[in-house]
């Protein structure tokens, strides 16, 4: 559904453009052509600027380290050059490149399942796909559904993967999560007989806490994304003792997403602060890359 969505946000402003640029064209205003197709292609740097000047306003007493000037730049920049690879490719017209890999061979092989976020589909991780593919990894990538339903509904997604690694390595995987599906992970884990099913999760700007740009949200799952919501309390109120231990948080002051940026870290974990990187750019960081290695061998 999501890809779908997004190749008609993807191919219908790109139509619009051609169309516009044609007419002035003809019309003999050439100029205003190009700023036109210009202002229209570009538009969404503005929006992501925006979103910096309010991480940079909401930053605050965080304990993290404030950004500075030129670290907000530089992560703008590379998050106007990851965002549209992936709600312009990836998801939309890539998001089945690679498939999962499970089956025969994999036994005492630990897998891995990876679990996207907010308005994504597997299609984010295809990086992570691809070398999962090449070293031979037995590996799940989910996509949550509704995409703007509660992350509650997302359980029966996540145990599917997670009972299909079990059954062809005969060992707990590792979780790797961005953003709003470390919450859905953290919800799957919470339920009666689950404790044991994970053997680690690491999670990559991820609104623990929540963030403050879920003020603004007009969805189910983005209020659940509330600082200090009732959702989130509730989730912590149901998690075992000691869960958190069993975490690897990344998180970032450049978060253009998820912050204040200690709002992505949980208390007990080892959280892990990447200097100057982005929302969407912190999924092809090699750190987090490093971790899931880690845990897997």
């Known amino acids: 559904m999501l890809a779908r969505l997004q190749q008609f946000t993807t191919l219908g402003p790109l139509a619009l453009v051609a169309l516009a ?3 002035t064209w003809r019309a003999g205003l050439s100029l205003w052509a190009v700023a036109g197709a210009l202002a229209i292609v570009l538009g969404y740097a503005a929006v992501l600027a925006v979103e910096f000047a309010l991480l940079r306003r909401a930053h605050g007493l965080d304990p993290a380290p404030r950004a500075s000037s030129t670290q907000l730049m530089r992560a703008w920049w590379g998050e106007v050059g990851s965002a549209p690879r ?3 490719w990836r998801q939309p017209f890539r998001s089945q490149r690679w498939p999962d890999r499970i089956g025969a061979g994999h036994a005492g092989q630990r897998g891995l399942l990876l679990v996207h976020g907010f308005f994504c589909n597997r299609g984010v991780w295809n990086a992570w796909l ?3 593919h090449a070293g031979g990894f037995p ?3 989910v996509n949550l559904e509704p995409v703007f339903g509660s992350i509650d509904a997302y359980a029966a997604g996540i145990e599917a ?3 299909s690694l079990e059954r062809a390595t005969g060992l707990a995987p590792v979780v790797v999560a961005h953003s709003m599906g470390g919450l ?3 919800h799957w884990w919470s339920l009666p007989g689950n404790d044991d099913r994970i053997h680690h999760a690491v999670t990559l700007g991820t609104p623990h806490a929540g963030t403050w740009l879920a003020r603004f949200s007009l969805t189910a799952n983005g209020h659940q994304m509330q600082q200090d919501s009732a959702w989130l309390r509730a989730l912590a109120a149901r998690e075992q003792e000691n869960r958190h231990s069993r975490f690897t948080c990344f998180y970032s002051h450049c978060d253009n997403i998820v912050f204040p940026p200690s709002t992505a870290t949980l208390p007990g974990a080892d ?4 200097p100057g990187v982005a929302h969407v750019q912190m999924v092809d960081q090699p750190e987090p890359w490093g971790q899931a290695l880690h845990w897997l061998r």
């Not at 959280?271 to 990447?274: S, T, V």
């Open 21 to 23: 640029a044609v007419l």
């Open 139 to 141: 590996c799940i990538a």
């Open 184 to 186: 859905a992970l953290r």
């Open 130 to 132: 691809e070398r999962l």
């Open 86 to 88: 992936v709600f312009c």
């Open 271 to 274: 959280n892990r602060h990447l």
């Open 161 to 163: 993967a997670v009972q």
